[in-house]
């Protein structure tokens, strides 16, 4: 059988960059829930807003199965075409004009054994849901022209920027696969929202995509302009402004001329205005951790307390890092801390590559 590699699909493992870094609590969280999660066969529902890591959470959820030495195939689902997506996602068995057999695999078939990462799963068409529903109920499908029904063995995750529910709720999107898919989600937080992550990012990145063979070093003025800025673009635009500020630096010092106008006005508005967002923020996490505390962690009680559902109430708890030993304390000193303590040379801890081998001397990275 002929394989063929389509326009909207992608195949195979991106063997570099599995590293989920970040020691907030909300990163965390989404590691240990990785290494969880990952040994499972269960589908996994991953959403959060562009750049904030969907695509790299699901290669590190694959690459920490049994299914790692199988491939990774990656559909890309936004703006393709209903009948166009269809042929491609379940292939084609079709008679040429001799009568040879001519049949185009598909990615469910390309990865037999493997992964099927869904980008984008809530672009798909409805008619195109309905058949992805039966290969997660019933584990086999049709491909286009052919009589016979194929059996697949694919653990399939799923990516969305847009919330499934919403989707649902606007008939969009077929409630079965919305319920098969959710058994498991990971939900990304915004950047802005664990801005305490940046250094280490930051460091990160200069290490693991460098330009230029001598490594670049950041002034602290500039560190703390990252740190303050509030990333609409995620984790994607810190790495691209740290790959411009790297061919913009002199002698591989990055300084403050070499990051954008938009992020320098950070540094020119008064403090308090910029850490506006974070200050309200840090009023609901202090808000939660007190109901929390007056109702002795029972979440039905502080969820009615809140007058939100338990469901809401344990979102902000992974949010926030709750937890029943937790202090009540302004995010911002911690965040600043992370600042000042922020050493690269310091804290070397172990890092596992993709076979599982320890190498020593890297930052972390969760799995
Ligand atoms: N916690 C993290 N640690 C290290 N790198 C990260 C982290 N989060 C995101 N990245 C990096 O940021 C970039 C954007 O991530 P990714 O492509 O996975 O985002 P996405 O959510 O899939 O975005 P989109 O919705 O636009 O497809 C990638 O280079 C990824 O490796
Ligand atoms: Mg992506």
Not at 39 to 61: C, E, H, N, W
Request: charged content about 25%; some cysteine.
């Amino acid at each position: 059988m002929a394989v063929s590699s389509l326009p909207p699909v992608q195949i195979g493992v991106e063997s570099a960059d599995c590293c989920i870094i970040g020691s907030s609590p909300v990163v965390q969280r989404i590691a240990q829930l990785v290494q969880q999660i990952g040994p499972t066969d269960a589908p996994v529902l991953i959403s959060g807003a562009s750049g904030t890591g969907k695509g790299l959470v699901a290669r590190t959820v694959h690459l920490s199965s049994r299914r790692r030495e199988r491939p990774l195939v990656t559909v890309r689902c936004a703006g393709v075409e209903e009948s166009l997506l269809e042929n491609e996602l379940f292939g084609r068995e079709a008679a040429a004009p001799t009568g040879t057999p001519h049949n185009r695999c598909g990615p469910i078939e390309l990865a037999e054994g493997g992964t099927l990462f869904l980008d984008q799963v809530s672009d798909i068409p409805l008619g195109v849901q309905a058949r992805l529903l039966r290969v997660l109920e019933d584990g086999c499908y049709r491909p286009a022209g052919s009589t016979r029904e194929v059996r697949a063995d694919v653990r399939m995750l799923a990516a969305t920027n847009r919330p499934l529910e919403r989707e649902v709720g606007a008939g969009r999107f077929r409630e079965g696969l919305y319920y098969r898919l959710n058994v498991m989600t990971i939900e990304l937080p915004l950047l802005q929202e664990h801005p305490e992550d940046i250094p280490e990012l930051v460091e990160h990145f200069l290490r693991t995509r460098p330009v230029g063979s001598t490594p670049h070093r950041i002034q602290p003025d500039v560190l703390e302009a990252l740190v303050r800025y509030d990333w609409p673009g995620n984790v994607r635009e810190l790495a691209k402004v740290l790959e411009r500020a790297q061919m913009l630096a002199s002698d591989h010092l990055i300084t403050l001329d070499a990051l954008p106008q938009g992020i320098l006005q950070v540094m020119a508005a008064p403090a308090s205005k910029s850490a506006s967002p974070r200050h309200l923020r840090e009023v609901e996490r202090r808000h939660v951790l007190e109901v929390l505390q007056g109702e002795k962690w029972n979440k039905l009680r502080a969820a009615n307390a809140l007058g939100i559902s338990r469901r809401a109430l344990y979102r902000l708890i992974e949010k926030y890092g709750l937890e029943n030993n937790t202090l009540g304390g302004c995010l911002e000193p911690q965040k600043d801390r992370r600042l000042k303590d922020h050493c690269p040379s310091e804290g070397a801890a172990t890092v596992r590559n993709r076979t599982g081998e320890v190498k020593p001397g890297n930052r972390r990275c969760a799995l």
